[in-house]
């Protein structure tokens, strides 16, 4: 089985950065890709970012381009997400996901296969 772990959440003040990482274990088909979602209290688990893993193609949600950023580490089979610039509206349950189909373009939660089991990140104003 697939497994990621997560870790980096905390309490961030806002305009603050926050780094997250995921690591992945276990196998998965060749052309995968890996993202991030978030949700927060009473609303729907929404995308954040995605890439291709076997050559880095990224893709972002609008309401975080150019204050994320997502990358990988081939060697460490590790995944990170690079928050800057956070505000209270970013706080939230942060996922790692994996997609086997390698829909890193994907907004849709539905095209990701496994998940990890979250991380709180919480930003005060």
């Known amino acids: 089985q697939v497994q990621l772990v997560e870790s980096g959440g905390g309490l961030v003040q806002a305009g603050g950065s926050v780094r997250l990482s995921?690591?992945?274990s276990g196998r998965i088909f060749s052309g995968y890709a890996m993202g991030w979602f978030?949700?927060?209290p009473g609303k729907e688990r929404e995308f954040v970012a995605g890439i291709r893993w076997?050559?880095?193609n990224t893709n972002y949600a609008d309401s975080v381009k150019g204050?994320?950023?997502i990358s990988r580490d081939n060697a460490k089979?590790?995944?990170y997400l690079q928050m800057n610039s956070?505000?209270?509206e970013d706080t939230a349950v942060y996922y790692c996901a994996a997609s086997s189909l390698g829909?890193?373009?994907s907004g849709s939660r539905?095209?990701?296969d496994y998940w990890g089991q979250g991380t709180q990140v919480t930003v005060s104003s």
């Open 77 to 79: 089979n590790t995944v």
């Open 103 to 105: 829909k890193y373009y």
């Open 67 to 69: 204050r994320f950023t």
């Open 38 to 40: 978030r949700q927060a």
């Open 86 to 88: 956070l505000k209270p």
């Open 22 to 24: 995921c690591a992945r």
């Open 54 to 56: 076997s050559f880095g």
């Open 110 to 112: 539905y095209d990701y």
